[in-house]
């Protein structure tokens, strides 16, 4: 593998290789213009309509209280690291 910078191989791309077709050549967007149809669009499309958009509200599962939320792992946690330090303290006498 050479150690050139991956840049160093791209074509120079403001250089012209000859005339260009006429209709080819880049331009600005105007407001006539319509957008391009892409398989991309399509499948965005896709996935939208297969996939139901549904509310946070309208959800069946109803959700425990945030101090439960907060304050269960918390204790399970403190528990077992209690529970840890009791074994090592067996382990050690």
Do not use: C, F, N, Y
């Given at each position: 593998?050479?150690r050139?910078?991956a840049?160093?191989?791209?074509?120079?791309?403001?250089?012209s290789?000859?005339?260009?077709?006429?209709?080819?050549?880049l331009?600005?967007?105007?407001?006539?213009?319509?957008?391009?149809?892409?398989?991309?669009?399509?499948?965005?499309?896709?996935?939208?309509?297969?996939?139901?958009?549904?509310?946070?509200g309208?959800?069946?599962?109803?959700?425990?209280p945030?101090?439960m939320?907060?304050?269960?792992?918390?204790?399970?946690?403190?528990?077992?690291?209690?529970?840890?330090?009791?074994?090592?303290?067996?382990v050690?006498?």
């Amino acid at each position: 593998m050479s150690r050139t910078p991956a840049l160093s191989q791209l074509p120079h791309l403001l250089e012209s290789h000859g005339p260009v077709p006429e209709g080819s050549a880049l331009r600005l967007a105007d407001d006539e213009a319509a957008p391009i149809e892409s398989p991309v669009h399509a499948l965005q499309r896709e996935l939208v309509r297969l996939q139901p958009g549904a509310d946070e509200g309208d959800s069946p599962r109803r959700k425990a209280p945030g101090w439960m939320r907060l304050g269960m792992p918390l204790a399970l946690s403190t528990g077992l690291w209690l529970v840890i330090i009791q074994i090592i303290g067996a382990v050690w006498q």
